[in-house]
């Protein structure tokens, strides 16, 4: 990693307003187009998604057919062309799977989950059902998201580590890819050693079962470097979750911003990473943080995140 790019990372990952003080007119899109070497590259039309998570508010979670014909309609419009699965919004897997088509939208990816219950002994028929509901939508990846703790515990996250494995065994005979997401709590909480859970997860599944997707909020939120990662592990993320985050600190919420306006440097990160091809998901887990007492904040959230991926340039 080049010093330019280290002390632009340090410089957007703190997303302070001193560092914005400091930072005098620089701003995401002029560091898309200038700085040393040739940023000619860009995110492929084909490869600009979004987390349905971020519209979770506008198509609801019951089966309401022109709330969520609405929201797919006006992502087709801002360009997306891919999304990612949280959830069918009260519909079954058939139903959803058409309202997208309707709209030209291809779910590559879903955060479908798998049950990590060390005493759950039906886990695997349940895990094949949610794999058969992952190719009606057509997926290539099916992953976890999230989980309730414990985080401080070494062997659990060896126990994770191999459910992954058993989770990713499953998944590639249904012609899927198992993956896991990361908030923060997996860089924050340390093995004995100091290094992060996190390392522990890359350490102890196995490449071609479990891949990864790289939250660039969070993981900055976690404290980590995304750049170094990249460069380690350049095969073991297939996506990101493209999030930004505000230049100051809210004080009683989460520092989520839309992509673009906020202080997280995502040409670096994007250079860095196109040693292997990436999907790129528009994330914000609650757009009116940024737009407050606008009801059409996910929409404006929406259409500024897909504004920015296909202009940025690398």
Known sequence: MTNLNRRRFIGAAIGTGAVAATAGSWTPA????????N???????????IQLYTMREKMGNDANRANVRRVLNRLDAY???EVELAGYAGFTAQQFRALLDN????????HDGVNIDPDNTTWQSDYEQTLEN????????????????PYDDASFWSFLAQRMNEAGELAKAAGLQFF??????????????????FDL????????????????????????NPLEYLTDHADRFFAYHVKDRTWGDRPNEEDFEDVGPGAIDFP????????????????????????PDDDNAEFITARTGATYLQNVRF
Do not use: C
């Not at 940023?39 to 998604?49: A, C, F, T």
């Not at 670096?268 to 737009?291: C, M, N, Q, R």
């Open 103 to 110: 709209a030209g939208l291809n779910a590559v990816s879903g």
């Open 30 to 37: 002029a560091s898309a187009d200038s700085g040393t070497g």
């Open 134 to 149: 992952a190719n009606i939508m057509g997926q290539e990846y099916t992953g976890l998201a999230w989980f309730p703790g």
């Open 180 to 197: 896991y997401h990361n908030h923060n709590f997996e860089f924050e909480n340390k093995q004995a050693d100091g290094t992060p859970f």
């Open 268 to 291: 670096d990160i994007f250079a860095v990473g196109i040693a292997t091809p990436k999907h790129y998901f528009v994330e914000h887990d609650a757009p009116w943080l940024s737009h």
């Open 201 to 224: 997860l890359l350490a102890e599944t196995e490449p071609e079962l479990v891949k990864f997707e790289l939250d660039l909020y969070w993981i900055i939120r976690g404290g980590q």
């Open 39 to 49: 940023r000619s590259r860009g995110v492929p039309n084909s490869r600009i998604g």
């Open 79 to 81: 360009g997306y062309s």
